[in-house]
């Protein structure tokens, strides 16, 4: 079936380093994967995505990698600021031509220590 | 362009009753996806309408059904309401159907069931 594993679920770092959150999917038809930053009470916003035909993305102090051999996938963002606080959730959707459902990570806390 | 909107944004039940929510998309989006959040259980999908068609549904028992009008605003009903069935509910829109498509999501409804 269709699942995705997102892992940690919760991530503490210092401001200005690194963090790294990783996504496991099982439907080898997947073929977008995007990433969704929720702060508490919020909607989720869509902060950066990748689709099959390329390996990886970057966006500023986010990036995004695929490895469709493996399948997993991977959100790092560089230099932490308080701000990147919050829940980031991964999520990955099927190539079925007529639907975008998206399954969902369990999502991962992330704390920026000032 | 204004965001996705939903109505109401906080509900209070009790068990047996039913209740409808409605998802307004940004203007030109035809695409609306349901998703449920609860702690336990993360982010699940409902279902998709596009052009007033359901075009995908989730594992969720029939008392969850939902409808799309001519103007791509949509409506999810819950019957029978259970306690289980607390949860904020999102609504996300995007221009087309389809995998790769971006989704935007609303602020939600938060639902509690008493």
């Known amino acids: 079936g269709e699942n995705v594993e997102q892992h940690p679920s919760t991530l503490s770092v210092q401001e200005g380093d690194s963090a790294v959150i990783k996504c496991t999917y099982s439907d080898s038809a997947s073929n977008y994967f995007p990433w969704y930053k929720q702060e508490l009470g919020k909607r989720p916003q869509l902060i950066i995505d990748i689709r099959s035909n390329v390996g990886e993305k970057k966006d500023q102090r986010i990036a995004v990698t695929l490895n469709k051999t493996a399948k997993h996938f991977s959100l790092h963002i560089t230099e932490t600021q308080p701000e990147d606080s919050a829940v980031y959730f991964c999520?990955?959707?099927?190539?079925?031509?007529?639907?975008?459902?998206?399954?969902f990570g369990q999502g991962t806390t992330l704390q920026v220590k000032p | 362009k204004a965001g996705v909107t939903q109505t109401p944004r906080y509900l209070i039940k009790t068990r047996g009753q039913q209740v409808t929510l409605s998802c307004s998309p940004i203007?030109?989006?035809?695409?609306v996806s349901w998703y449920q959040q609860t702690p336990g259980q993360g982010l699940q999908f409902l279902f998709e309408?596009?052009?007033?068609?359901?075009?995908n549904k989730g594992n969720f028992p029939g008392r969850f059904s939902g409808r799309q009008f001519s103007n791509s605003r949509s409506e999810m009903n819950v019957s029978t309401l259970e306690l289980g069935d607390s949860a904020l509910y999102l609504c996300?829109?995007?221009?087309?159907?389809?995998?790769?498509?971006?989704?935007?999501f609303g602020p939600g409804t938060r639902l509690l069931v008493l």
């Open positions: 999520a990955a959707s099927r190539d079925s031509g007529n639907t975008g459902k998206l399954i």
């Open positions: 309408y596009f052009s007033e068609t359901q075009r």
């Open positions: 996300a829109s995007s221009l087309l159907a389809g995998s790769g498509e971006t989704q935007y």
């Open positions: 203007s030109g989006h035809r695409s």
